[in-house]
């Protein structure tokens, strides 16, 4: 992949925009990271658009100079989708933040890219409605859509692909397009929408969203347990599913991480024992009557320690320390970086995989606490490391690399949420055979010159 004539390509956009184009020095550092331990890589300019029609002439510009493009949400991506690895232009959608449209009777709503999903959500909240995505990380609807993101209330609401209606794209070439609508269901030819959700701006700029939405709850209670042991756990979450128990959320954390949480949070004080974090949603009566199943199911794997959550401060806090987990788990070891995977397999075979796992890590000698979606089979490692020794990177890493292949064992996927980037794509064939040299068929057709979001998913010359 080459950069094309860059100079010619930053030269016409500055034209475009103006001072909404930087090349300054601390902007492009922003923009050449994300959340994890990947390298970074400056871009050679950051673009600020604040419409579709100039992201469709930053493309057009791109596109003829046959200069890379990266979109850019919020940087808290896990994989390297951001980093501008061939450099080019970084294209940053925040200013692109309005709700365009609510629409109160059919449950959907309209927005640009760079909304965030907490800002949505106070929009919303006179309304009675919400939007239930919850990857923890207050990132884009842009960016959750182009990652296909998932979080705590999966188990319940469904991840981005079921709640992504419609797009309007920008293509490489400039090209203007709208996929789906906002009818609930339609049988129109090929469904480009979900194309595109998951693509990781290897296909195209998601300009607008159209997002489905749910009334918010009457009763919502929370609530943690603890366990002798994962399988536990795991084995309770299994069975309350099989029973058809509608939990809105379901969060493991292993022994590991509960010490990291009550370091980093010292007022949780809570068993340094397997737990699981829940939250039920319903009427007063349905959720009463979720609660008992759950407890007596519980009951038969040794639960304890049950302690409820009925006042909103006292939820909030409790999910703010599992939104935390990540800083949590590092707060083990002064110092440390990490390596963070994550992966999904059938929920049956979940206490079988973190089992396997947790032997992993022993043989490893490494700590990595354990937090998972255990109702969706998903499951997060956070691998601590010291950054100088070299080695530890290296035992790190491939600790990571054995993980993800038990989980293809297992009949799952090497992730579940972080996505592709760089640092899954070595994987790919072995998870999809010979569907990942189609994948590939579909990127050279929408984007013959491989200048969006290059190196990311596949290696294209």
């Not at 409605?129 to 182009?146: C, K, S």
């Not at 996929?179 to 339609?186: E, Q």
């Amino acid at each position: 992949m080459t950069k094309g004539n860059i100079a010619l390509a930053i030269s016409a956009l500055e034209t475009l925009l103006g001072d909404r184009l930087s090349t300054g020095e601390s902007i492009r550092e922003i923009h050449g990271r994300d959340e994890a331990y990947s390298t970074p890589a400056l871009p050679d300019a950051v673009a600020f658009p604040e419409s579709t029609e100039e992201v469709s002439k930053i493309m057009k510009i791109c596109s003829q100079f046959q200069v890379p493009v990266v979109p850019f949400g919020i940087g808290t991506s896990l994989e390297g989708h951001v980093i501008p690895i061939h450099g080019g232009i970084s294209v940053d959608t925040s200013r692109m933040n309005k709700v365009l449209e609510i629409h109160e009777s059919d449950l959907d709503a309209v927005v640009q890219p760079g909304v965030s999903r907490t800002q949505l959500n106070d929009e919303l909240r006179a309304s009675g409605l919400m939007f239930t995505v919850d990857p923890g990380a207050d990132a884009t609807l842009g960016g959750m859509a182009a990652t296909r993101a998932s979080g705590t209330n999966t188990v319940r609401y469904g991840t981005m692909r079921e709640n992504v209606m419609a797009l309007e794209v920008v293509l490489p070439d400039g090209t203007i397009i709208q996929t789906g609508s906002r009818a609930r269901k339609s049988s129109a030819g090929y469904d480009l929408t979900h194309l595109f959700v998951g693509s990781e701006g290897t296909l195209g700029i998601i300009t607008e969203l159209t997002v489905r939405l749910f009334g918010q709850p009457e009763t919502i209670l929370a609530a943690t347990c603890s366990y002798e042991t994962v399988d536990d756990a795991v084995n309770t979450v299994i069975m309350a599913i099989q029973m058809g128990i509608p939990l809105a959320r379901v969060e493991l954390l292993d022994e590991m991480q509960m010490k990291g949480m009550n370091i980093f949070n010292p007022d949780l004080n809570l068993p340094e024992k397997p737990h699981l974090f829940l939250e039920y949603h319903g009427s007063g009566a349905s959720v009463q009557e979720q609660v008992e199943l759950f407890k007596g199911v519980g009951e038969e794997f040794g639960v304890s320690d049950f302690a409820w959550a009925t006042k909103v401060e006292d939820r909030n806090r409790l999910w703010a320390a599992r939104h935390n987990a990540y800083y949590a788990g590092k707060s083990l070891r002064k110092g440390c970086e990490s390596v963070v995977t994550d992966c999904c397999v059938p929920v049956s075979e979940l206490a079988n995989c973190i089992s396997r796992t947790k032997e992993l890590i022993q043989d490893a000698g490494m700590i990595a606490p354990i937090v998972g979606h255990v109702g969706d089979g998903n499951f997060h490692l956070l691998i601590l490391f010291d950054p100088k020794d070299p080695d530890e990177f290296v035992r790190a890493k491939s600790l990571a690399s054995e993980v993800n292949r038990v989980a293809l064992s297992f009949g799952g996927t090497v992730t579940g949420e972080h996505g592709v980037g760089t640092g899954k794509k070595e994987y790919m064939l072995e998870e999809h055979g010979n569907a990942y040299a189609l994948m590939a068929t579909l990127k050279r057709a929408i984007d013959p010159n491989n200048i969006m979001n290059p190196g990311k998913i596949f290696d294209i010359s």
